[in-house]
């Protein structure tokens, strides 16, 4: 066993955490996490910090025996302060880069945190991969459903882990509820409904030049190449099909995941959606107003997004129902409601004083984020198991691609409930992938 350097342990233990691997290098479930090294320091590099990589850079600084190492990020103007932010927790400043691929031969760095925009997600993870790096991809983990396949293929063949920043999952009050949904304490559920309300103003793009301190080739990336416009970069472009993916997988994965999750369902059956972009004549593409709804065996759910138009539902911008035949539950952020279905609060759990705002796009909750982050290092170590491996985050995400799929051809969707794939339909099942700037193509 002293033959075993730290990287190859931390690779290893990942993967019997992740239930990847056991017995490699003489190691099992029951014996990693007593070798030496099992709770060495984890090194870390952060992509994308403009806005939600850097909340996460000084969640994941905060933890113990955690080295923040690099900050990666295409515009040099946004670097400083998170490397400052940085500084302030650790007392050691990360160093600065404009492309994360430069790094990736540094034999110390073991993963990658992921915040870049949708259309980075998947190939990032995959060049990491390639590189023996584990990734932490914030969602949704893919721009299309073959990307999400790939990164699972990925994660596979260069034995990494790769986990999705669906956060929810590690949250003990929330692994409490989905336990009660899957212990019939409701019943037999028969719908879900999950849901996402925000009051998003009108989009204005501008064609311009890009700015010096900003590197748009390598921002697109794997994308089709377009004109720079002010107006889109750091956040507008979710609203673009070229790098976005919409209000559905930019919030809504967080819903279907959790509904995904208390049902105990791998893919749908059927799926529909309608709506459009209603509020404002501007370079919006994607809806604004969507409702997606699946069908899987004996249950229907369905998904209602409202980018601009704010109203709460259940006293809340954002969340998720479940109807049994005895109760239903109100859940998805900080607590759970159980009533019977004559309207009478049976049972109320909440977390108390962490702080949940559903429409903040930097951080929902720092608190949640902690334990997320917390359970992606653990498992690295190998003194924890993932709560949401590639696997887990892929089958979430094509819920809700599959969505955008029916809106994007205007019809009902049939689909094969064992991998997600559409059946029949040969004009949506071109849209399973995309296409990519040339020489950008994903490859495992």
């Known amino acids: 066993m002293e033959k075993i350097s730290r990287r190859d342990f931390l690779k290893q233990a990942s993967l019997v ?24 320091r984890v090194h870390l590099g952060f992509i994308g910090v403009n ?22 990020d295409v515009d040099s103007t946004v670097i400083d302060k998170t490397i400052n932010a940085v500084e302030k927790i650790s007392g050691t400043a990360p160093k600065g880069v404009t492309d994360f691929r430069t790094i990736l031969s540094d034999k110390n760095l073991d993963a990658l945190v992921h915040s870049t925009p949708d259309h980075w997600h998947s190939p990032g993870a995959i060049i990491c991969a390639q590189a023996g790096k584990h990734s932490y991809v914030e969602k949704p983990l893919s721009h299309s459903p073959r990307e999400g396949e790939l990164v699972i293929e990925a994660m596979k063949k260069y034995n990494v882990l790769i986990q999705m920043g669906s956060q929810r999952r590690s949250f003990p009050l929330l692994q409490e509820a989905m336990t009660k949904l899957r212990n019939g304490e ?3 559920i028969h719908m879900a409904k999950g849901w996402y309300a925000n009051n998003r103003g009108p989009l204005t793009l501008k064609p311009a030049t890009a700015p010096a301190t900003l590197d748009y080739e390598l921002w697109q990336g794997p994308a089709v190449r377009k004109p720079y416009m ?8 979710h609203w673009l099909w070229n790098w976005g993916t919409g209000e559905a997988l930019n919030n809504g994965t967080h819903e279907i995941d959790l509904i995904r999750w208390g049902l105990g369902i791998e893919f749908p059956s059927k799926v529909t959606s ?42 809340d911008s954002r969340g998720v129902i479940f109807y049994g035949d005895k109760a239903y539950m ?18 109320s759990k909440s977390s108390g004083t962490m702080a949940v705002e559903g429409q903040n796009t930097t951080s929902v909750s720092l608190d949640m984020d902690s334990l997320h982050a ?52 040969k004009e949506a099942q071109k849209l399973w992938t995309r296409d990519y700037a040339p020489g950008w193509e994903p490859k495992v």
Request: some cysteine; hydrophobic content about 35%.
């Open 274 to 315: 309608i709506g459009g972009r209603y509020t404002f004549d501007d370079a919006w593409e994607t809806p604004d107003t969507q409702i997606i709804s699946w069908e899987a065996p004996g249950v229907t759910i369905f998904w209602e997004g409202r980018s601009c138009s704010g109203a709460n539902v259940e006293k």
């Open 186 to 188: 409701i019943g037999k």
């Open 51 to 72: 806005g939600r990589g850097h909340s996460q850079a000084q969640v994941f600084a905060k933890l113990k025996n955690v080295d923040v190492d690099y900050i990666c």
């Open 330 to 347: 109100v859940t998805g952020n900080n607590d759970y409601k159980i009533y019977d279905n004559k309207n009478k609060l049976i049972e």
């Open 230 to 237: 002010d107006g889109l970069i750091h956040y507008n472009w």
């Open 374 to 425: 917390a359970n992606f290092v653990d498992a690295i170590r190998g003194t924890a198991k993932s709560t949401c491996t590639a696997e887990t985050g892929h089958a979430s995400t094509v819920w809700v691609q599959l969505g955008n799929i029916a809106q994007r051809v205007g019809r009902n969707l049939t689909i094969d409930p064992k991998n997600g794939h559409i059946i029949g339909d």
């Open 17 to 40: 955490s992740a239930g990847l691997m056991v017995g490699t290098m003489g190691l099992n479930a029951k014996s990693y996490s007593r070798v030496i090294g099992a709770n060495d």
